[in-house]
């Protein structure tokens, strides 16, 4: 690591393990709130990848964890929760009593890191979501049993360019990832069936996914700038005896609130067996 700095200094370096979809997120983010390029760096196991990333976000690089890790104010882990053991084996020699490590990784609790970890090693776990990516993220930071409201608060200062970002118990996280973390992937979905919905009622395929895209990204501004509820605005599109009530009533009578339950409920019930699995 190019800059060792205690952990609750301003800017304290940062190692970033895994610079995939959220490792670049946080970078990004870490670097809008004012991180030094030559304070970040980042390890990823695939070359190519870590040559770009270091090219876009003027970051260092490393060529393993451990190396990253030594000296690093913050670890911040960023790889699959199948991928975490075998690197908190690799930096727990690298981790000191300074060291704060947070971690994005859904399923796995504090403990399991704190077992891995040298004893007394603050831990803050924090469920993000893509929209980071454009500062419009929906993200939860929560403490391990080491980590203290300073941890929390230089966390948030980290994510400060990532967009919303609440505290929230541990035990809430997995309600989290069903809310937020893999909720945008819900949209995405809704986006497609209503193209495909579209498509069946003789639309061009192009056309009803414009369309489709068009009408869900402004009715998602609209939400976010009108201060309106979503129940104020839904009834502005409703005229009585109309084509909106229809298709809502269809919807409610073909298990609108259902679908979107039962795919909350499989994210929860995903993360605690993959936590079970991973974690024992
Ligand atoms: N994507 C999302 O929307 C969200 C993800 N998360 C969490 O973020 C974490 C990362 O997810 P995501 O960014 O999507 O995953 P990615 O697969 O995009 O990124 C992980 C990266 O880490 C690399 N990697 C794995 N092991 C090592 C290692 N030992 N040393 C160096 N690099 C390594 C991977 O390489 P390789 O590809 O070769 O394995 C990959 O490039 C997960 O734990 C997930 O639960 C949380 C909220 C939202
Ligand atoms: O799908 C996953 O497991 C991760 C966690 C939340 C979003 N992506």
């Not at 309600?175 to 992937?185: K, M, Q, R």
């Not at 009533?249 to 339950?261: E, N, P, R, W, Y």
């Amino acid at each position: 690591m190019s800059t060792p700095a205690s952990p609750l200094s301003e800017h304290p370096s940062v190692a970033v393990i895994g610079g995939g979809v959220m490792g670049e997120t946080l970078v990004s983010a870490m670097r809008v709130a004012g991180w030094p390029g030559s304070s970040i760096t980042v390890v990823d196991r695939n070359a190519e990848r870590l040559a770009t990333l270091a090219d876009a976000h003027e970051v260092a690089t490393a060529g393993a964890a451990a190396e990253a890790a030594a000296g690093a104010g913050v670890v911040l882990l960023a790889v699959k929760p199948q991928q975490m053991a075998e690197v908190l084996d690799e930096i727990s020699a690298a981790v000191t009593p300074g060291t704060l490590v947070v971690t994005v990784a859904a399923a796995l609790p504090s403990s399991f890191y704190e077992r891995h970890l040298p004893a007394g090693t603050p831990v803050v776990r924090v469920m993000p979501n893509t929209p980071a990516v454009v500062g419009r993220g929906a993200t939860s930071v929560s403490a391990g049993a080491a980590a203290t409201d300073d941890h929390l608060a230089l966390v948030e200062t980290m994510l400060q360019a990532t967009g919303l970002v609440v505290r929230v118990p541990e035990e809430n996280i997995d309600a989290v990832i069903a809310v937020a973390g893999s909720a945008p992937a819900y949209f995405f979905a809704v986006v497609e069936a209503l193209t495909e919905a579209g498509v069946m009622q003789g639309l061009d395929r192009e056309l009803a996914s414009t369309l489709a895209q068009q009408t869900f990204t402004g009715a998602a501004q609209l939400l976010a700038e009108s201060g309106d509820t979503p129940q104020e605005l839904r009834r502005r599109v409703s005229s009585p005896g109309g084509t909106t009530l229809a298709a809502l009533d269809a919807m409610t009578h073909a298990g609108l609130q259902g679908v979107i339950s039962a795919g909350a409920n499989a994210a929860v019930s995903r993360s605690k067996e993959l936590g079970a699995e991973l974690a024992g």
